[in-house]
Nanobody, 125 residues
Framework: VQLQASGGGLVQAGGSLRLSCAAS????????VGWFRQAPGKEREFVAA????????YYAESVKGRFTVSRDSAKNTVYLQMNSLKPEDTAVYYC???????????????????WGQGTQVTVSS
């Protein structure tokens, strides 16, 4: 599956952005889809993931209550709605997908074998 992430931009603290991850080649319904981010000088970190077949959604503690994952099956697209953004949310955001990931590894980036190109999110204070 090929992934295309978009929707990043510059926003003030407290604002919102919605990132999109469009898939081509295969339907998302059979995949685990994750969002990761990487800030300058830092390692890539888990943000959120969804296992559609089980109806399970996972969030990093740092974004829980502010970020929401959703999907549009007709468009084969997964969204990351980001509200109450903080300067520390500034990073390049990536979407990723994998057909099979055991639950304990869903927050690990190496578990995913399909990656989009990343989209920059900058939150000003």
């Amino acid at each position: 599956v090929q992934l295309q992430a978009s929707g990043g931009g510059l926003v003030q603290a407290g604002g919102s952005l919605r990132l999109s991850c469009a898939a081509s080649g295969r339907t998302f319904s059979t995949y685990v889809v994750g969002w990761f981010r990487q800030a300058p000088g830092k390692e890539r970190e888990f943000v959120a993931a969804v296992r559609w077949s089980a109806g399970s959604i996972y969030y990093a503690e740092s974004v829980k209550g502010r970020f929401t994952v959703s999907r549009d099956s007709a468009k084969n697209t997964v969204y990351l709605q980001m509200n109450s953004l903080k300067p520390e949310d500034t990073a390049v955001y990536y979407c990723a997908a994998a057909l099979r990931i055991i639950v304990g590894m869903i927050r690990v980036s190496s578990s995913y074998d399909n990656w989009g190109q990343g989209t920059q999110v900058t939150v000003s204070s």
